[in-house]
């Protein structure tokens, strides 16, 4: 039912597509970059107007701005954004000329006085903005820094809509969705695992993020090949005015970020080279057996190692193009247990460039991806799987004053390779190379009161020879100047899937999957007729401005996922012609599910001065249908409140003390109704079953009808920063991971009769030097 309601109005919507557009008819347009003065980073949402007319924009994630309909004559272009001092050039217009400035602004002394809201307040009236939320390094440092640095794993656990499920091998769910139904991008790279395995950790270094933007939900028709989320992160360029650096420490890891030019701009604004590199290596596995030797006699068994680096050339009209590379590796090393290692690497390009007779914007990326996870158990039954490819996308923007008309290419390919074996010992297997293409077209149209933005995906699965049709749209209303209400759907598809179970509520190893050979043929009596899984989203709400400093964001939401694959943990037959008669739940290496998440999630946010309050509650419902059994899967999690509070204080304003709170109610799970002796009878009838000793077998009472109890935990810092001067200074960070103990649970060893808890009180010193 709500697949259909929900294609019906993502179609209705998306018909806004024929229904208008605007093109620069004979008048001029004034186009141009934004950039900071002190370092020659491109602006985001830098306001940028025609002095004396009604003619302006804002700068997009390059810092580009596009203003059109311009009529000929002399202009004043002003620019001005909080904290910055105004800028203005002036220029001259003639009919059909399109004109290109750079503009410089420099961070105004007031503004060290006083910050009272972000400068993305802009985009509240001419941007949709459903169910997405815009992350700076700002944002990422309000948040404790857990062993000692702020990191952008830490701020995704607060964000509306997602939940976390513990701090040792945690994953991310986001409304409803697995972790493989959210596409990360790092650049415009695919990245495949972007968390380590103590939840604190993601592989992003937040001193070389510029945004990091996450939709929860609703996302435009720019982003395909994931049914639920999409988490778009972009790293800065690099200073092109000098050389500076950060190197940090802890009792966690230590870090070492670098920057510069190796070619400096000129005093007009001539062409430029930079460079950015960042190095990361924990040693918790070190360190634990002695500072944290009361968690475990042999430590904490995680290690980690981050590189990324990046150089970029910018032209003497703001086209730049970039060349970067990544390096993650993760290690988890149970003694006589288990061990766990994944890495990944990655290379690629990215280019803007800037036509000088068009009024066109492009912009693309290449790049290639590696990925390879093991894990090695005591039963000598290795898991591993491997996913490489390459992805490539080709955009075009025209911004047509506040509108936009943007569409675009994307390729990819790549080979997955897959063993496995499930629980009653049987060896699942693919090696299976995929591509896919797709092309896409959206269109916004801001007025004062009402912003439009209908958007449609053709997506190309050729290894499967499918094609999906993906109707999307957005709707705002600017109610007034304190109100807005929000809207938006789509239709989703993929391909990919993992190579676990989503039943499993332990489970490290997190292998891929593509397009399965091997599915059931029918679900609950119909035919299934797609090898990709499905889903349609619907999501509406409303910001408030209540007061100066003060946002309220509501949203509810329905994410139907109409089709779902997981890997079959209940296969005990081969697919053979000799099994015919025996049902595809016990034969099949993929089966199918239907699933339903449903919520509302309320953020309240508070900034001034010397306060950052951000308080988030969130209502979900998820259930699965495997064609048997309707159930709550692991990571349904009913109530979900986060808590941050920043509060920076001194003469010099020089300390911050930071404290986040975050409760969730307890997760479901199957309770053990009771234990026997299992004969597995491989020798046949040989076994003498009278003599044999068994192992320990559970008898699984109805699926996931317990809940486990309610999570809860503290975490604290507090930052003092000394400066020597202008560009040096030391940063001095204490903080403690769950402050008031609490014993959270991981899980239970129902063989071993033992309880696993989360990771207990964790104290940690830090400190950063930049230069």
Known sequence: MYQRILRGIAYALASFLLLGGATANGQGIVRGFIYDKDNGEPMLFVNVVLQNTTLGAATDVHGYFAINKVPAGDYEVIAFSIGYDTVSNSIVVADNEIVTVKMYMKESAISLQQVEISAGKQEQRTEVQMSVSKITPREISQVPAAGGEPDLAQYMQVLPGVVFTG?????????????????????????????????????????????????????????????????DVTTRDGNKNRFNGKFSASTFNSKLTLEGPFKKPKENGGSSGTYIFSGRTSYLDQTSKSIYKYVDDEGLPYRFLDFYGKGTLTGSNGSKFSLFGFRFDDNVNYEGISEY????????????????????????????????????????????????????????????????????????????????????????????????????????????????????????????????????????????????????????A???????SDRDVVNLFYGFLS????????????????????????????????????????????????????????????????????????????????????????????????????????????????????????????????????????????????????????????????????????QGINVDYTNSNGDLGVIYDELNKGRLPYYHRMDMSIKKTFTFSERSELAVIASVTNVYDRDNIFYFDRIRGERVDQLPILPSLGASITF
């Open 167 to 231: 701090d040792q091998g945690g994953q991310l769910y986001i409304r409803g969705g697995t972790p493989i139904q959210n596409k990360v991008l790092l650049d415009g790279m695919v990245v495949y695992n972007p968390f380590h395995s103590i939840g604190l950790f993601s592989v992003f270094d937040s001193d070389i993020i510029k945004t990091a933007d996450v939709y929860t939900g609703g996302f435009n028709a720019e982003y395909g090949g994931r049914i639920s989320s999409v988490m």
């Open 341 to 492: 290692q994944w890495n990944s690497f990655g290379a690629g390009s990215n280019f803007v460039m800037v036509p000088g007779a068009s009024p066109v914007l492009l912009d693309g990326t290449f790049a290639f991806t590696r990925y390879e996870i093991e894990l090695q158990e005591a039963d000598e039954q290795p898991r591993s799987s491997a996913v490489n490819g390459f992805n490539f996308t080709l955009n075009f923007s025209y911004f047509l004053g506040r509108d936009e008309v943007k569409y675009g290419l994307e390729g990819l390919g790549f080979k997955t390779d897959f063993t496995f074996f499930n629980s009653v010992g049987k060896k699942l297997e693919q090696v299976e190379n995929t591509s896919e293409f797709a092309a896409f077209l959206k269109y916004k149209r801001a007025a004062d009161k009402v912003v439009i933005e209908p958007s449609l995906r053709v997506h190309y699965y050729a290894s499967l020879n499918e094609f999906s049709f993906e109707p999307r749209a957005g709707l705002k209303l600017n109610l007034s100047e304190r109100l807005r209400f929000k809207a938006a759907a789509g239709l989703y």
């Open 494 to 500: 993929q391909n990919l899937l993992a190579a676990v």
């Open 515 to 682: 397009g399965p050979d091997n599915l059931q043929d029918e679900f609950r009596g119909e035919e299934v007729t797609s090898r990709l899984q499905h889903a349609a989203h619907l999501v509406a709400g409303v910001e408030v401005d209540l007061f100066r400093n003060v946002s309220v964001n509501l949203e509810g939401y329905i994410k139907d996922f109409n089709q779902v694959e997981n890997v079959n943990r209940n296969k005990i037959f081969e697919d053979t012609g000799a099994n015919f008669d025996k049902p595809d739940s016990q034969k099949k290496d993929i089966i199918v599910e239907k699933g339903l998440a449903r919520g509302a999630d309320i953020a309240i946010n508070y900034e001034s001065k010397k306060w950052y309050i951000w308080l988030v509650y969130s209502l979900g419902f998820v259930t699965r249908d495997d064609g048997i059994t309707e159930y709550e899967p692991h990571f349904d999690r009913r109530h979900n409140v986060n808590a941050v509070v920043s509060y920076t204080f001194g003469d010099k304003m020089d300390w911050v003390a930071s404290a986040r709170w975050n409760f969730g109610s307890g997760f479901p799970f199957t309770l053990t109704a009771g234990f026997y002796e299992y004969l597995d009878f491989q």
